[in-house]
């Protein structure tokens, strides 16, 4: 396998299923139950899901990058 094809592999493996985990959770919540804190995270259940968004969007981007170098 090439050092690409390795790099691409893992970054499709870095994604997980945290956003998806987050999304069902979360699903039917309200505007107001959505901006209260989650748990002891210290976070919003929507800053949470924003969290996990903008870490799926890096990955994507990274992934895109390498698609782009030369082998």
Do not use: C, H
Request: hydrophobic residues 30%.
């Amino acid at each position: 396998m090439t050092p690409k094809k390795t790099t691409l592999r893992y970054l499709e493996g870095a994604r997980g299923d945290d956003l998806y985990r987050a999304s069902a959770a979360f699903r039917g919540m309200t505007l107001y139950q959505m901006n209260e804190q989650y748990g002891e995270s210290g976070k919003t259940r929507q800053q949470i899901i924003d969290g996990y968004e903008e870490r799926e969007r890096e990955i994507d981007a990274a992934i895109e990058w390498v698609k782009g170098v030369q082998p």
